[in-house]
Each structure stands twice: as structure tokens, then as C-alpha cells.
């Protein structure tokens, strides 16, 4: 799987966008941008994925570069409970079950009154 | 949507004893079940891979024998950590795969291990 780069934090303030991006310039053309989300001592999220379209759903928007060497994961409206580690993950299809995740640093989103 | 429980949420055992964890597909059967572990401020790191009604397979590293892991249904794989000692204290989280779902996995909530 393509290996991912995220800046390890950020700050955002409550009601304003959250825009968060990922570097993948080693994605192949099969591979998927997937991302998830890690709130204090639960299980990760899913957020959303992509392969080369932007994607909205009621989380969050997915931007994909055109030439799909990164991504930005857009919170139109952060609030407390966003405060998050964000991984952003690349690969092929999970329509395979039998393919697990690989998590990288990801990062830590703090949102703040 | 798809739901995974893991059980216990929080565990506390004395070195040396065993501590099982359970994670369960709640509306859906997942063949394929993955085990991570979370030390504070980490990343995931993937464990094994539970396969149901076959042994699992274990990443580099982390013994089979320590972490014994039985998937013996669709819906229910369980981690014992056995002889537990203090640096096996970790959060341990379950994920499961559905072969028709394409939008990723579900996670369970975690468990957090600590051996005293």
C-alpha cells in the first residue's frame, strides 16, 4: 500500500472549516483514499473514501488532487466533539475482505472553543 | 450500519494470569476479523488477522502462542492474552471486514488491558 504523509496536529476553531491534508504521491492507479478517524479510547471511524472524484457525505468532503498525489479531508463546520487523530490511509479496494488497514501517524485535531 | 462489540471495555488482571477479549459482528457475518494493539500516543499496529474456522495469521513480531486468537464463527473472534505482564498493557482494538461492504471496516470500541 502507498504510504501516507499527514502533519502530525493541528488547530481549528470551533465553527470554522477543518481542512486536513494528506500526501500520497506513490498512490497507484487501483488505490483508494480512505480516511478514518480515532476520538480519545475508542475504535477508529469511518469517514469517507475516494478514488480520484471529490466525495461529500454527511461528515465530511473529500478533495482529491487531480493528479491524485493528495487529498484534503474538509470538516465544513468543526465542533468540540471533532477533536480527533485523523489517519488518512491509502489502498487498493476493500472489497476483499481479507485486507486489513495499515494505520500511520495520522493527525491529531484539536478543536478548541 | 454495521456494528462491531468488543468486550470488556476495560480490564484490569495480575501478572501471569490470562485475560480473554471478545469481539462480535452484530448485524452482518465477517469472515475476516484483524486485531490491533495501541500503545498511549501510538498508531494502531496490526496483530494478527483472524480468519474464521482457520488459524489466524500473526504479523512479525507478536507471538501466536502469547496471543492466542480463536475465530471459531462468523460473527465472533476472540484474544486471549495469556500470561499477561505489565509492558502488555495496551489498548486492543477488533476490526471486521465484510466482503460486500466497500466503504471500510467497522471498529470495535476497545479494550483497555492493564496488568498489574
Known amino acids: 500500500d502507498a504510504k501516507t504523509t499527514q502533519p502530525p496536529s493541528m488547530d481549528c476553531a470551533e465553527g470554522r472549516a477543518a481542512n486536513l491534508p494528506c500526501n500520497h504521491s506513490t498512490i497507484s492507479g487501483n488505490e483508494y483514499v480512505y480516511w478514518y478517524r480515532q476520538i480519545h479510547s475508542q475504535g477508529p471511524q469511518y469517514i469517507i473514501h475516494g478514488l480520484k472524484n471529490n466525495e461529500t457525505n454527511e461528515m465530511a468532503s473529500l478533495i482529491i488532487t487531480e493528479d491524485r498525489k493528495s487529498s484534503t479531508l474538509i470538516l465544513p463546520h468543526a465542533t468540540l466533539r471533532d477533536t480527533a487523530v485523523y489517519y488518512c490511509?491509502?489502498?487498493?479496494?476493500?472489497?476483499?475482505?481479507?485486507?486489513?488497514?495499515?494505520f500511520g501517524g495520522g493527525t491529531r485535531l484539536m478543536v478548541k472553543p | 450500519g454495521a456494528v462491531v462489540s468488543q468486550h470488556p471495555s476495560r480490564v484490569i488482571c495480575k501478572s501471569g494470569t490470562s485475560v480473554k477479549i471478545e469481539c462480535r459482528s452484530l448485524d452482518f457475518q465477517a469472515t475476516t476479523m484483524f486485531w490491533y494493539r495501541q500503545f498511549p500516543k501510538k498508531s494502531l499496529m496490526l496483530m494478527a488477522t483472524s480468519n474464521e474456522g482457520s488459524k489466524a495469521t500473526y504479523e512479525q513480531g507478536v507471538e501466536k502462542d502469547k496471543f492466542l486468537i480463536n475465530h471459531a464463527s462468523l460473527t465472533l473472534s476472540t484474544l486471549t492474552v495469556t500470561s499477561a505482564h505489565p509492558e502488555d498493557s495496551s489498548f486492543y482494538i477488533c476490526s471486521a471486514g465484510q466482503g460486500t461492504r466497500d466503504y471500510g471496516y467497522t471498529f470495535g470500541s476497545g479494550t483497555r488491558l492493564t496488568v498489574v
Open positions: 490511509i491509502v489502498r487498493a479496494h476493500l472489497n476483499n475482505a481479507g485486507n486489513m488497514l495499515t
